[in-house]
């Protein structure tokens, strides 16, 4: 996966939004007006044990211990066996929404594209508009369109854009025009809907919690990789350390003779349902599995395709999630070099989401997961000679066997760009929120977006 050449503005919203998930280190200083990331301050606390240096961290927690949170997935897991799940994936650095559906059929797009150009004819053409075309790269996407399970969102923004990533990737966070806002817009719906002792309603695949899922009142949680949770006992060595651990955990169901000794076997009884709760996702030496898959995943793409593997082996076991939160491959803040980093981070991103359809309809439950994907902006039409600026409207995708697999708006063309020449929106993100929440959740949009009585409801799903 190529780094993309990086501007300050970019190094910065990383840094910061890293930061969130290590509430209580404190943040780096932002300039004035920068809004503070959702969740900053958010409290956290270590629901499984360290282990191969991954957890499980609990955001918002309250007093509650370990064995109230595996009784509240299990609750949650009988209540709502077929509850429907969103895959929310983020795309890294404003992505070019022109390289990704390219308009090669608007006589403008040759001129304002000499350098970073697609050739007509060298992907798949876009059937709902014959003036774009998927990148070459992108053609699991194409594949699934074709399929009718890709709802696109060809310009999709907001007014008045801003063109920094820290500003307008919170906006989409936070699903608000508002700098002050702390808490996340699945959090919110997660506040409104979810419960007291289910962490995993809202989980992110990483090691940082998003602060999109960043709640006033619920639990949620981030895990890196739930395959390298593993457990070690000092001075003994495998074939001795499973059953050295499975002895803990049964003298931990014993009655104590004092305080201290209830302690201690309370935390070891804890310890060993963690163990079996995590068993179906741990490989036998701690490191990555494949999670019985039935469909291959692709190797290349990091950690995601693994991520992705995980989440529906956690799914296909009925955990009880229903917000997940991921971070596609690379980074797309293509300002110079864009041929070479978008196409092959774009590329090792479809692919894995493409394996993690295919793995979802295998196992029998495409029908309850919608997966978005999404980024802060789009790209300036015009390239720079090597790569693309900051612009405004973008495009984002919902993918699966329920989405509409109709088109949200339509590409405004090259020849009617705002003020600042950028791409002019069609569709607005809080909109598709709306409809979200509405449509596939059956929950009050109003409940999570104050001003959600202002936006039209596009239909994203099939009726």
């Not at 991954?54 to 897991?77: C, K």
Request: proline share 7%; charged share 15%.
């Amino acid at each position: 996966m190529p780094d993309s050449c990086s501007c300050r503005d970019f190094n910065r919203s990383q840094l910061l939004h890293r930061g969130v998930a290590r509430a209580g280190q404190g943040l780096p200083s932002i300039e004035p007006g920068m809004p503070t990331p959702a969740g900053t301050g958010l409290n956290r606390r270590s629901f499984l044990l360290r282990s191969t240096g991954a957890m499980l961290s609990v955001y918002g927690a309250s007093m509650l211990g370990p064995r109230h949170f595996l009784e509240g997935i299990t609750e949650a897991s009988a209540a709502a066996p077929n509850q429907p799940v969103l895959v929310s994936i983020f795309m890294e650095g404003g992505w070019d929404a022109m390289s990704v559906l390219a308009p090669v059929g608007d006589p403008l797009y040759a001129a304002m594209r000499p350098v970073v150009g697609l050739a007509p004819g060298s992907g798949p053409i876009f059937t709902e508009d014959d003036r774009l075309m998927w990148n070459p790269a992108a053609t699991g996407l194409a594949t699934l369109h074709d399929e009718g399970k890709v709802t696109t969102f060809p310009a999709i923004g907001y007014d008045p854009p801003d063109e920094s990533h820290f500003t307008s990737r919170h906006y989409w966070e936070v699903g608000q025009l508002d700098t002050s806002v702390s808490s996340g817009w699945m959090g919110r719906f997660l506040d409104a809907t979810g419960t007291q002792n289910n962490p995993l309603q809202g989980l992110s695949l990483d090691s940082s919690l998003s602060p999109a899922l960043a709640t006033t009142s619920v639990p949620v949680a981030a895990v890196s990789s739930p395959a390298a949770y593993s457990l070690w006992a000092y001075g003994v060595d495998s074939p001795i350390t499973a059953e050295a651990i499975a002895t803990f955990g049964q003298l931990g169901s014993l009655s104590a003779p004092s305080p201290a000794y209830a302690q201690a076997r309370t935390a070891a009884l804890n310890t060993s349902l963690v163990l079996n709760q995590m068993a179906g996702f741990v490989a036998a030496n701690g490191t990555a599995t494949n999670y019985n898959a039935p469909v291959p995943y692709p190797t290349a793409g990091g950690d995601f395709p693994g991520q992705l593997a995980a989440l529906a082996a956690m799914l296909a076991d009925n955990l009880p999630i229903t917000c997940a939160s991921l971070t596609g491959v690379g980074s797309f803040d293509t300002h110079s070099g864009e041929t070479t980093a978008l196409t092959t981070n774009l590329g090792q991103t479809v692919d894995a989401v493409l394996a993690f359809q295919r793995d979802l309809e295998a196992r029998g439950l495409a029908d309850r997961v919608l997966i978005q994907l999404w980024s802060e902006f789009g790209r300036h039409p015009q390239d720079n000679g090597s790569g693309t600026d900051h612009g405004a409207a973008g495009t984002a995708f919902l993918i699966g066997t329920q989405a509409s697999g109709v088109m949200v708006g339509e590409f405004p063309g090259l020849a009617a760009l705002d003020v600042n020449e950028n791409l002019v929106n069609t569709s607005d993100f809080r909109a598709m929120y709306c409809s979200l929440l509405e449509q596939w959740f059956s929950t009050d949009a109003s409940l999570v977006l104050p001003d959600a009585a202002s936006y039209s409801r596009p239909t994203l799903l099939k009726s």
